[in-house]
Each structure stands twice: as structure tokens, then as C-alpha cells.
């Protein structure tokens, strides 16, 4: 458990780099910690169709309340979630495998870098802290099943799986799967279980998804422009789904780098058929490999909004679909490991890795240049009462979210007015017609011009 933790650690140590600044959607949830009550999202059923997780949203609010705006600690805990995820799956993995694939498992899981996006973005939350409650609800699960004489500690257990189930579900829409997994487990990897025990234990949380899915079609009925419209729209045809998972599977195995176009979805379609015919291997592949699909299911269906950041809750379990060939086998084991050592290894080899983390770092270091220059150029002075940014780059700069959540955070106040404007080379300067005080990017740096 140590070496999964230190290799964890070890491997997204780059988090903590200091230009790993609050950038594009965090300003929205910093703006939300700082103006909202804890009434205004803290209820047991969804209120909204989309954004209502109050299971991510509490962990921004409590780090806010404590450490305000210092991104160190933020991304210090974001490291910290990421590795007891992989200490969770790992602990998982040794219930049903032998020691040696569980820790392997968890070391792929801990170092598969096209499928760790949610670890190193704050606004990520949700995808990060919904696959802790599910991993935790899983294991609960499993625990629970495997001491069903065992009295109170196995309610106990069972009563902690509910929770956890919940908590995953207001977290991120797609724990509403985890009744899937939940079953998967239980009926393929729980043995000399009838089907009245099986029931018993998967009753409270077939109810709970009951619960929360008529809640989600209930909002769903009063708000089908959002999911017929938009980026958001729901595509259910196979064609889509098809392209959904030819899409997640060349991005998660490096596919699309060497191809591009329909050889790049034929070749991601590929690779998820490859990787399901090695699952089916054995009954433990064949509950990761529905698990892993179970919790990548909502994103499938979503043809317009695509995003490696999805997968980080089901890399788990497909790490372990993958380590579960012929656990026996020694021969098994060998070839398990050179394939996890070509895993980790092959975007270093082909410079994915230091891109990523590049782009992440540099649009860090841009919100940060531009927050520290507002800041510079503001101190001292009463809240202005409307402000007019312009700059190079909307969305990655601390502004454009929100329409200036940055400053009315900065200035916890939300009455100020926040003009954000695109620089531009032709035309009048954005500051001409500015009613009060202006702020123009250049060179990298925000100049205070009115």
C-alpha cells in the first residue's frame, strides 16, 4: 500500500509546480463557495438537471473557508484524493486477485497519464471526488458481502455502502451506473451467494438509484431543451455511441497520436474489442470491464461533449479488467507487467506527457500572471464599481469565467460589473469606451489603462 501511495504521489508530483494556478471553471466554483449558502446546494434530491453536485461541491467550499485562495493546498489535496483512489482500487483489486496484479493494478492506475486529467484541475472535482465515493462504495460493498454472519459490522458495512452510493450520486450524474457495478461484483465475484442474500444486499441500492433516476426524469421533463439542445444534448443513437467509445479508447491508449481521422476510430474500436476479449478472460475481467463501461456510459451518450477528463473514474476498473488475465499464470503476470511498463511508459516516448503537463502549467502560469497583475495594479484602491478586461486568451484567463468571478472574489463583493472583452490588433482599444476602470493585456502582462 506504501509503494501505491509514493508512486502516486511520485508520478503527479507536478501538480504542485507553483505555476499550477486556479484557471477557466474554478473561478465558478470558488465564486459559488464564496456567494452561495450551504441551503442553496446542501438537499438530498437534485434541484437542477445538470450542476447540482453538492458531493464536490463541499469539498471546494470547505477548502475555501479554510485556505481561501491559495492554490498550493488545493492541489496538495487534489494529489492526496488521487492516491487514495489508487489505494482504494488496489485494496479492491486484492479481494479478488492475487496481491502481485492488485499491485500492479493500482500502479497502472496511479500512473496511466491520458486518464489522470481530473487529478490535476481543480474544476475536475467532480469526476475526481465521485470515483473516491464510488471505489469507496464498492469496496463497502464488498466487504459487506464477504460478512454477512458477521453481525453488526456487516450492517455496519452495508450502511456505509449506502452512504457512499448517495454521496456518489451528488457528486457526478454518472454514479447513477454504480448499481451496475454493484451487481457485477456481487454476482461475479461474490461466490456460494443464492439469490436471496444477493437480493438483500442490493435492495437498498436499487432503491436509491429508483429514487434519484425518477428525480433526474422528473427534472428531465420540465428541462428537455438541455438535453435536446446545447453542447449538453443527449445523443442515444448506436452510431454515436459507437464513435463515443472508438473516441475514449484511441484517446486512453495513445491510438489517436499514430492515426487520425475514421483510422483513428477504427483503431480505438479495435483496441476496446481487444481490451473487452481479454476481460472476458475471467469472471473478475468481466466485472472491471462492466464496471468500467457502466460508469462510462453517461458520457457516451453525450456526442457533443467530449472529454479524456471522463475517464478517470472508470480507469480503474479497467486497469484491473486488464490485470485480470489468467491471475495464475506466471506467464500471465510477465506479460501483465511489460504491458503495463509500455502503458506508463509510451507518452513519455512520444512527448504526450510533457505536452499535457505543459499546456496545463502554462495556462496555469497565464491566470496567475494576469490575477497577480489586477492585484498589483488595484491595491489600495475602494472596489470599482464596473471593470473592463480585455485579453489574448478567454476562458483560460481568470476573467471570462463567470464574467469576472475572479474579481468579485477578490474583492468579496458581488456587486461589481465585469466587462471581458477579446484583445484585439484593429479597431478602437477596448478601454475607450470603458465607463470606469480598465485593464488591457499585453505582452503577457495586464496594464491598467483608464
Known sequence: MIVVVVVAITFSLW???KSHFFYADDWGLLNNAQFRSWNDFFHMLPQKLYGDRPG????IRVMYGIFGLDYRWYNGLWLLMHSMNCVLIF?????VVPFNRALICALVAACWESMLGAASWIGAIFDLAGATWCLAAVLLYAL????AHAGRRSLALGVAAVVFHVLAIRTKEFALALIVVLAAWDFLTVEKSGWRERAIRLGPHLAITLVYSLAYAHLYLHHQSFVTSGSYRMSLSLASIIAGIAYYFSGAFY???AASGAMSMVAGLAVALFVILLALTSRVGRAAIVS???LLSAVLMLAHQRS??????PHFFLALALCSVRVHSRVATWATVLAACVLVWWPVHNGSLRNGRQFVLSKGAYSKTLFDDYVTAMRGEPPPREVTVAVSQTYFDPFTNGSGDA????YRSKEIKVNVVQERDDGPGPCAKAIDVCLEEMGGHLIRRK
Open 292 to 294: 468500467a463501461f457502466a
Open 255 to 257: 491510438v489517436e497520436l
Open 144 to 147: 459487506y458481502a464477504r460478512s
Open 308 to 313: 479524456l477528463l471522463y475517464l478517470y473514474a
Open 15 to 17: 501538480t504542485l509546480d
Open 407 to 410: 474579481i468579485r472574489l477578490f
Open 91 to 95: 485494496v479492491i483489486a486484492t479481494k
Open 56 to 59: 464536490g461541491e463541499i469539498v
